[in-house]
């Protein structure tokens, strides 16, 4: 499957905004946002044009479909699936990306980012509801339990990626037990719990023209 693979770091000075996609480095003074707040490339530090209507919708759907680690393809597919749900479309977007495994994995802390808790779940090491699962797009619903594998639990990944969750913070909607390498989803997201620096209406103003 096509996947990106330059540096993540353009991707937020492309954005602008924090994404989150180095895990703890992320959180230190090599963010490479902390060093330099402009657009990638030779052009990066030159005066922007005043911006179209389209070009800031096209930027919000950039930054969440990076934000989340997809490709156009299959954030589209989510778009329809919200846009097909009874729920609002912006919201119901957001909910279907926050319910995947791999964002579950990242939220929990038991991974550093987003691409490492895709890449540990392809290799096996998690159980949801003591089934093992491999797919990072796995939707997850109220109540599912998601464990470390017996045998995985004595890597040092997890052990380093749940102290830096714990000083991340663990969200409302799940329930971390760091000493039995669990987590549960007590709930699924509502809009205003999620801090996702994203103006999801706009999303939906693009998909709809």
């Known amino acids: 499957m096509a996947r990106y693979t330059d540096p993540v770091c ?103 980012s987003r691409a490492e808790a895709r890449q540990l779940i392809r290799h096996r090491h998690f159980l949801v509801n003591g089934t093992r699962v491999n797919i990072p797009s796995y939707l997850t619903k109220a109540g599912d339990e998601i464990t470390v594998a017996e045998k995985s639990r004595k890597k040092d990944v997890f052990r380093r990626s749940l102290e830096l969750g714990q000083r991340r913070g663990t969200p409302a909607w799940l329930q971390l037990d760091a000493d039995n390498f669990a987590g549960k989803v007590v709930k699924l997201p509502e809009r205003e719990e999620l801090t996702i620096p994203v103006n999801e209406r706009l999303i939906v103003e693009l998909y709809s023209k």
């Open 10 to 112: 353009r991707l937020c000075r492309r954005e602008g905004v924090k994404l989150f996609l180095k895990g703890e480095r992320c959180y230190t003074d090599k963010c490479a946002i902390e060093r330099r707040l402009y657009a990638p490339g030779q052009h990066g530090q030159e005066r922007r044009r005043k911006v179209s209507e389209y070009a800031v919708q096209l930027r919000e759907k950039q930054r969440l479909k990076r934000m989340y680690g997809l490709l156009e393809r299959q954030f589209r597919k989510y778009f329809v699936m919200a846009e097909r749900s009874r729920e609002v479309t912006g919201p119901a977007l957001l909910t279907l990306l926050e319910r995947r495994l791999d964002n579950m994995v990242y939220r929990l802390g038991m991974a550093g």
